[in-house]
Nanobody, 121 residues
Framework: QVQLVESGGGLVQPGGSLRLSCAAS????????MGWYRQAPGHQRELVAR???????LYATSVKGRFTITRDNAKNTVYLQMNSLKPEDTAVYYC???????????????WGQGTQVTVSS
């Protein structure tokens, strides 16, 4: 069973940047597809970005060109670099690990506890 711990959230002004990290332990991280998802108050959890074990990537339309997902298998860590942040990016961001493909989120995955990102002046 993999365990995931997110960090790097916080308060940032519109147009600013943040980098989220997700440290994984307890399983074969390098084989998993990793993803970042977010949930704003009153909204369903939604996909932000996914990265395959071969580092192919998928982004939600709303973040394409602003966010970048990467992974470091040697450190068992996945990152989300967020630039040009907007107030509508405000949400709790969750890391996920599963054995699905880039375009298929396997239901038997693991979630982290989430980290709050607030974009406000």
């Amino acid at each position: 069973q993999v365990q995931l711990v997110e960090s790097g959230g916080g308060l940032v002004q519109p147009g600013g940047s943040l980098r989220l990290s997700c440290a994984a332990s307890g399983s074969i991280f390098s084989s998993d597809t990793m993803g970042w998802y977010r949930q704003a108050p009153g909204h369903q959890r939604e996909l932000v970005a996914r990265i395959s074990n071969e580092s192919r990537t998928l982004y939600a339309t709303s973040v394409k060109g602003r966010f970048t997902i990467t992974r470091d298998n040697a450190k068992n860590t996945v990152y989300l670099q967020m630039n040009s942040l907007k107030p509508e990016d405000t949400a709790v961001y969750y890391c996920r690990s599963d054995r699905g493909s880039l375009y298929y989120t396997h239901p038997d995955g693991t979630w982290g506890q989430g980290t709050q990102v607030t974009v406000s002046s």
